[in-house]
């Protein structure tokens, strides 16, 4: 994804190209959802989480939290944007606020490269 973002896509300005730390992190989310259809060992893995990937950005809203190293009942916030990815690093930090700023461009791309993969979104 980091490739197909940084030299397949035009980007208007750089607010619309998605920061690496936010595309990572929407692939391994794509990818567990994937695999929790128990598809992740089939011969088209590739385009079925990218596929996964297209279907998630065009979720709204989108919460994404992971509870491995701590508890998010822990972290409070005040108000949950529609676009919420907390990152697994640091609690308090809102990776879809700081990765990207506007989607308006990310989401038709990201599914537009999902259906040249065969994916349907």
């Given at each position: 994804?980091?490739?197909?973002?940084?030299?397949?896509?035009?980007?208007?300005?750089?607010?619309?190209?998605?920061?690496?730390?936010?595309l990572?992190?929407?692939?391994?989310?794509?990818?567990?959802?994937?695999?929790?259809?128990?598809?992740?060992?089939?011969?088209?893995?590739?385009?079925?989480?990218?596929?996964?990937?297209?279907?998630?950005?065009?979720?709204?809203?989108?919460?994404?939290?992971?509870?491995?190293?701590?508890?998010?009942?822990?972290?409070?916030?005040?108000?949950?944007?529609?676009?919420?990815?907390?990152?697994?690093?640091?609690?308090?930090?809102?990776?879809?606020?700081?990765?990207?700023?506007?989607?308006?461009?990310?989401?038709?791309?990201?599914?537009?490269?999902?259906?040249?993969?065969?994916?349907?979104?």
């Amino acid at each position: 994804m980091k490739h197909w973002s940084k030299t397949m896509v035009k980007w208007h300005n750089k607010q619309y190209k998605p920061k690496s730390y936010f595309l990572s992190l929407l692939v391994i989310k794509a990818a567990e959802d994937y695999k929790s259809r128990g598809a992740m060992f089939d011969s088209n893995r590739k385009a079925g989480i990218i596929g996964s990937f297209a279907r998630l950005v065009r979720q709204e809203p989108l919460k994404i939290v992971w509870s491995k190293f701590y508890n998010p009942s822990h972290y409070t916030w005040s108000s949950i944007p529609k676009r919420f990815i907390l990152d697994p690093a640091n609690p308090v930090n809102n990776v879809a606020a700081s990765g990207l700023t506007d989607w308006s461009q990310f989401i038709p791309e990201a599914a537009k490269f999902a259906r040249s993969l065969g994916q349907s979104v």
